[in-house]
């Protein structure tokens, strides 16, 4: 397939390289020009604007920060969609709301284009090593389609449904990593006033019955404030949506919520 890719930060940057390593004909556009330094000495191809890279493409991977950027990008002036031929597909790796990437694809459905739902998880490192984890949603068969080039930077490449359960399953997941952080940094800290060494407690909880992804993740970072820097604000975008999402279905979110809420608080980032 050729492919397009739009979002070339610290874990974008590093897909991109994958799928042109994986020898597929790679086109790459930027707001800012100076990221696309990094593929200088690579084959890819450098477009003018979104559109350009649309009417090059099979396949084009958004990896862009929020919603506004992927409407933007997608079908905003001169985007993807003002070109894009029948038969192509547009996949949303950007963390967004499902009814984004809905909306999106009824828009493209006009003019024949697909679109698929794909967040990824596994950061920047995970996506050079080719390791990340794909959520995939949409049609099965062009997910499929689409998996020789996932699979570039991606194992495993999950299929969880129609359009749009990708994103609720990344926001979920993003719901409870953020409920973790808050429980264990206050475990560290509870272990402190006990008199325990919290890098000791890490050590032994790392190989326990209460070991967590978020635990380690605080101990590789250097705690929950340095990490609120970082991600503060993208962990608090994602539980809005995904108590938008609770609260449309009626769904009681609970305790999670309520430990996601005293992290954010933490993180002086309250919902």
């Not at 958004?62 to 919603?67: H, T, Y």
């Not at 949603?137 to 990708?166: H, I, K, M, N, Q």
């Not at 790392?206 to 101990?219: H, V």
């Not at 991600?231 to 995904?242: F, I, P």
Request: include cysteine.
């Amino acid at each position: 397939m050729r492919v397009g890719f739009i979002g070339l930060g610290s874990q974008g940057g590093p897909m991109a390289r994958r799928i042109v390593e994986g020898g597929h004909p790679t086109m790459l556009w930027a707001r800012n020009p100076a990221t696309l330094e990094q593929f200088a000495d690579t084959a890819a191809t450098v477009a003018r604007s979104p559109a350009e890279l649309g009417a090059a493409c099979d396949l084009a991977c958004l990896c862009v920060v929020g919603d506004a950027d992927v409407y933007e990008v997608g079908c905003g002036e001169n985007g993807l969609l003002a070109s894009m031929k029948p038969g192509s597909v547009i996949a949303v790796h950007s963390t967004v709301h499902p009814d984004t990437c809905r909306e999106l694809a009824k828009i493209a459905a006009a003019q024949g284009v697909s679109v698929v739902d794909a967040p990824v998880s596994g950061g920047g490192l995970a996506a050079a090593a080719g390791r990340l984890l794909v959520m995939a949603g949409g049609d099965a068969g062009v997910v499929e389609r689409c998996r020789p080039v996932f699979e570039t930077y991606a194992d495993p490449v999950v299929y969880l449904g129609e359009l749009g359960s990708g994103q609720t399953t990344k926001l979920l997941n993003n719901l409870l990593f953020t409920a973790n952080l808050g429980t264990a940094a206050t475990a560290l800290s509870l272990a402190r006033a006990l008199g325990v060494d919290p890098d000791r407690l890490s050590e032994v909880v790392s190989r326990s019955s209460g070991n967590s992804f978020a635990l380690n993740a605080l101990g590789g970072i250097g705690g929950l404030e340095r990490l609120a820097g970082v991600a503060g604000a993208l962990l608090q975008k994602d539980v809005r949506l995904v108590v938008d999402l609770a609260g449309r279905a009626a769904g009681d979110a609970g305790a999670v919520l309520a430990a996601a809420d005293a992290t954010l608080a933490l993180m002086g980032h309250p919902r």
